[in-house]
């Protein structure tokens, strides 16, 4: 039979301290660094799920459907020349009648502002100066 280990003499309770004192140091500056991460984190998811800024030329096609068209709309015709006046291709014009807040809508020969659309104008039309 092997004989027992020896029982090691406790360690100097004053040095026992210090070191976890230390340890607790570290684990608080780690921690520290986490939060700030995560917030740093959570601020960005919450500042790109908010809806991307519109460029421009993009709000001033809608307003110029408004402008021309007011509450009724522009013909089709005048919604192409909005658009190329714009730099738009005609190709490209679709997009303003996607989505589930699509900026527009052509009904009967027309194309008008959405209710989000006219919330879009108001919105570009309340920041400029």
Sequence with gaps: M???ARAQPPEDPQHALASIR???DR??????R???GLAELESGAASSARA??????YLQVLVDVYDLGGRHGVSLEQWARI???RGYDRRGLGGFFTGVRAPLRQADGR????VSGERL???YLAELP
């Design 2 to 4: 092997s004989s027992p």
């Design 22 to 24: 230390s340890e607790l």
């Design 27 to 32: 684990i608080r500056a780690a921690v520290g």
């Design 34 to 36: 986490i939060e700030r």
């Design 52 to 57: 991307r800024p519109r460029q421009v030329r």
């Design 83 to 85: 658009g190329s006046a």
């Design 111 to 114: 194309v008008a502002l959405t």
């Design 121 to 123: 104008v108001d919105e």
